[in-house]
């Protein structure tokens, strides 16, 4: 069974860094296209950034661009966000979400199969 383990989530003040890490077991990590989402209350489901399998090659959301960075250490099965100069509206659940081998649609939710259960960030200002 796959599973993902979020981390990291926390308090911070307008400005600050977080850093949000992602466990994955249960399928070849190397294989999946992963991809962090955020939703706030009362609104949808946002990709905030994905890096896929081939190459790593991230992409970012254009709310967050320049301010987070996702990488991934495929040696330890996990997949990391770096977030900085964050904001109040950064404020929401971030998920972790992973899908076998996915080139295309990659900010599409439905395109994952296996979601992380969350983990609050919470940006005050």
């Known amino acids: 069974q796959v599973q993902l383990v979020e981390s990291g989530g926390g308090v911070v003040q307008a400005g600050g860094s977080l850093r949000l890490s992602c466990s994955h077991s249960?399928?070849?990590?190397?294989?999946?296209?992963m991809g962090w989402f955020r939703q706030a209350p009362g609104k949808e489901r946002e990709c905030v950034a994905t890096?896929?399998?081939?190459?790593?090659?991230?992409e970012y959301g254009d709310s967050v661009k320049g301010r987070f960075t996702i990488s991934r250490d495929n040696a330890k099965s996990t997949v990391y966000l770096q977030m900085n100069s964050l904001k109040p509206e950064d404020t929401a659940v971030y998920y972790c979400?992973?899908?076998?081998?996915?080139?295309?649609?990659?900010?599409?939710?439905?395109?994952?199969?296996?979601w992380g259960q969350g983990t609050q960030v919470t940006v005050s200002s």
């Open positions: 890096i896929n399998w081939i190459g790593a090659i991230p």
């Open positions: 249960g399928r070849a990590f190397s294989t999946d296209t």
């Open positions: 979400a992973a899908s076998q081998r996915l080139v295309a649609a990659i900010f599409s939710p439905q395109a994952y199969d296996v």
